[in-house]
């Protein structure tokens, strides 16, 4: 499946630190359920392998890829495992020919439109805006709509439930990466119905449940991983 199609298929593409590799599949059942297909392993954890192989095995309905690709030899070790895309933080030279050399589909990450065009140049279309929120957000990405009207885009960092239709309103954003349909307080209890009713919802598949006070339920924070908008603000502006 191309990274066009990838992209096409579902609206949120969960972006996910898994540590254990026992929850892998409970996991992507539930975020399969709801209607999210597509899953980004994040190469954070030592389990990330594991956790690619495991959801490659036993959930055929879902597609899983590996993230934070940063080095040449994560695509050999991802291909192994059964990883069916990947994603990277970033686009150099050195990852964009060793994605081209070895096949794989590769969803590099850009910001700049220098970075922009050195992508272009490599023939790729389809890109990761990343981080998203710290770099001007779906205004940003609005912008760059004039100059690059044939890249389409996956935003991350910072994409929550109250922004992520900002970005899904543009013409240029094909889906959005994120947490918040599987946040690790809920992973790390099993609470995989309440994975499922966020992906639905986010979705459409389940209304947004609300509390007392009218407020969406939904945790609109990011956990600590490639997505999360406070890492990134403390990358770039020296967060402790």
């Given at each position: 499946?191309s990274i066009?199609?990838l992209?096409?298929?579902?609206?949120?593409?969960?972006?996910?630190?898994?540590?254990?590799?026992s929850?892998?599949?409970p996991?992507?059942?539930?975020?399969v359920?709801?209607?999210?297909p597509?899953?980004e392993i994040t190469?954070?954890?030592?389990?990330?392998f594991?956790?690619i192989?495991?959801?490659?095995?036993?959930?055929p309905?879902a597609?899983?890829?590996?993230?934070?690709?940063t080095?040449?030899?994560?695509?050999?070790r991802?291909r192994d495992?059964g990883?069916q895309f990947?994603?990277?933080p970033?686009?150099t030279?050195?990852?964009l020919?060793?994605a081209?050399?070895?096949?794989m589909?590769?969803?590099?990450g850009v910001?700049?439109?220098a970075?922009?065009?050195r992508?272009?140049?490599a023939?790729w279309?389809y890109?990761k805006?990343?981080?998203a929120?710290?770099?001007?957000?779906?205004?940003?990405l609005?912008s760059?709509?004039g100059p690059?009207?044939d890249?389409?885009?996956c935003?991350?960092?910072?994409?929550?439930?109250?922004?992520?239709?900002d970005?899904l309103?543009?013409?240029?954003?094909?889906?959005?990466g994120?947490?918040?349909v599987?946040?690790?307080s809920?992973?790390?209890?099993?609470?995989?119905?309440?994975i499922?009713e966020?992906a639905?919802?986010?979705t459409?598949?389940y209304?947004a449940a609300t509390?007392e006070?009218?407020?969406n339920?939904?945790?609109?924070g990011s956990?600590?991983g490639?997505e999360?908008?406070g890492?990134?603000t403390e990358?770039?502006y020296?967060g402790?």
């Open positions: 499946m066009q199609r992209m096409e298929r579902a609206p949120v593409i969960p972006v996910l630190e898994v540590s254990e590799t929850q892998a599949v996991l992507a059942r539930a975020l359920a709801g209607g999210l597509i899953i190469l954070r954890t030592d389990a990330a594991g956790v192989e495991a959801i490659n095995r036993d959930v309905d597609t899983v890829g590996a993230g934070t690709v080095r040449p030899e994560q695509f050999d991802a495992a990883a990947t994603v990277g970033g686009a030279e050195t990852l020919g060793a081209q050399d070895r096949g589909d590769f969803l590099p910001v700049t439109p970075e922009i065009l992508a272009q140049e023939d279309q890109l805006f990343f981080p929120e710290p770099f001007g957000g779906a205004r940003a609005q760059l709509h690059f009207p890249v389409k885009f935003p991350t960092g910072g994409v929550n439930v109250h922004n992520y239709r970005y309103d543009l013409p240029n954003v094909l889906c959005v994120g947490s918040w599987a946040p690790k809920l992973v790390e209890r099993g609470d995989w119905q309440r499922t966020l639905g919802q986010a459409g598949r209304p509390d006070a009218g407020n339920e939904a945790d609109s956990d600590v490639e999360d908008p890492s990134a990358i770039l020296g402790d």
